[in-house]
Every structure is written in C-alpha cells, then in structure tokens.
C-alpha cells in the first residue's frame, strides 16, 4: 500500500469515530429536550388540577 492510501484510510475510520460521537451527543440533547418538554407539559398540567382543586369554594 502507498503511504496516501494509508493516511486515507486512517481518515476515514477518524471520520466515522467522529461522527459516531457528534451523532451520539445530538440524539443524546435531543432526548434531553424531549424529557424537558413533557416534563412542562405535565407540570402544566398538575399545576392547573392543583388550582382547580383548591379554588373550589367550600360550602
């Protein structure tokens, strides 16, 4: 093999090592945002019903 080919595939194989840990990371924030959205959604959610429940007047 010539010394180009070499450094070839060594640039492929950092390429895809790369690439394996930045796809990693974003799908890894993406679940981060999505666990964060539901969560806001059901505190949005159990905030309202704790203010319906305690709002109700007492006969």
């Known amino acids: 093999m010539r010394g ?6 060594l640039a492929v ?11 990693d990371a974003l799908l890894s924030l993406a679940w981060f945002i ?3 959205a ?4 059901v505190a949005v959610i159990v905030f ?3 203010r319906a429940v305690f709002s109700r007047p007492r006969a």
């Not at 180009?4 to 595939?9: A, D, F, L, P, S």
């Not at 539901?38 to 959604?41: A, E, F, P, Q």
Request: glycine residues 4%; aromatic residues 14%; hydrophobic residues 85%.
């Open 4 to 9: 180009g080919t070499i450094w070839t595939v």
């Open 13 to 23: 194989v950092a390429a895809i090592v790369i690439a394996w840990f930045l796809v």
């Open 34 to 36: 999505a666990k964060l």
């Open 38 to 41: 539901i969560v806001l959604v």
């Open 48 to 50: 309202f019903a704790l």
